[in-house]
């Protein structure tokens, strides 16, 4: 049976998602410079010092496996956005999605371990890591947690950088020697057509010389729903899921486009933002 949403819209921001990425790694490798200091300090008071390149491996193996890891975590908090209806599925959710990335984040971190000890003649056991995995998982559950807030903040702020379209947005859409310069505010969706796009308004189609790919950087306030099909937000009066996950938009305009499940995330993922909402 088909579920409805009803969504003022979303999309993909790679720039916003790289950028965020960036400065949550910087953060992380401040705390790894910290934490190498820390170690070696700690082990020398006690009466245990280690080589620096030891505590260097530990945080380093760590903070790659972070990195490695960091895309797949941003999209899981991007595929199971905060829904007020089911609170508790969506917790349950990101638990278990939390248990795993801690699991895999010290298993791998363990074998980098491992083959870096081995480069230098030394021994590291590659599961050792999983013996303390109740200290690991407290650390790995707060840098989840901590993305699964910050991340939906970044997304929010980001949309607020981006102004809507509007009339004063002119799109210069050439047909031979004549140019068309068509306001961005009445252009309501853009399909693919070869090397052409179709640019769909109130009046009819208009071709103009583009890829899509283009067309999704030129046109702010555009998200794609298709492989070939992009949609402006302000357009979408409604969005109707169905039960293979592909999904129905209804325009204002009263038309009606598919979409497919590849990319229903990206188009839900603000639908509780208000910044994503249409005016």
């Known amino acids: 049976m088909a579920t409805r949403d009803l969504s003022g819209a979303g999309g993909g921001d790679r720039r916003g998602d790289l ?6 790694m910087l953060c992380a490798a401040g705390v790894i410079v910290v934490d190498i200091f820390s170690v070696l300090h700690d082990r020398a008071r006690f009466g245990q010092p280690v080589a620096w390149w030891e505590p260097t491996v530990w945080e380093v193996s760590s903070g790659l496996v972070l990195a490695v890891l960091l895309p797949g975590m941003l999209w899981l908090i991007q595929r199971w956005p905060p829904r007020l209806g089911r609170p ?23 074998l980098l371990r491992s083959a870096a000890y081995g480069l230098v003649g030394g ?3 590659a599961l050792g890591p999983l013996a303390d995995w109740p200290y690991e998982l407290r650390k790995d559950l707060l840098i989840y947690a901590g ?13 607020r950088q981006i102004p809507p379209a509007s009339q004063a947005d002119v799109l210069e859409v050439r047909d031979g020697a004549r140019r068309v310069f068509l306001p961005v505010g009445d252009i309501r969706w853009v399909e693919a057509a070869g090397n052409y796009v179709e640019l769909h308004t109130g009046e009819g189609a208009v071709l103009h010389r583009a890829s899509l790919a283009q067309m999704e950087r030129r046109l702010a306030g555009f998200v794609r729903v298709h492989r070939s099909r992009l949609v402006s937000r302000a357009a979408i009066a409604e969005v109707e899921t169905k039960s293979s996950g592909d999904f129905n938009l209804r325009l204002t305009s009263g ?8 990319f229903r995330a990206g188009l839900l993922s603000r639908a509780l933002d208000p910044a994503a909402a249409p005016d």
């Not at 917790?91 to 699991?103: M, N, R, T």
């Open 19 to 24: 950028l965020f990425m960036g400065l949550f």
């Open 147 to 159: 993305a699964l807030v910050t991340y939906p903040l970044w997304r929010q702020f980001r949309a």
């Open 255 to 262: 038309e009606t486009l598919a979409g497919s499940r590849r």
């Open 88 to 110: 508790f599925t969506w917790i349950a959710v990101h638990i278990a999605c939390g248990l795993a990335f801690s699991l895999i984040h010290v298993v791998a971190m363990g």
């Open 123 to 125: 021994v590291y056991h």
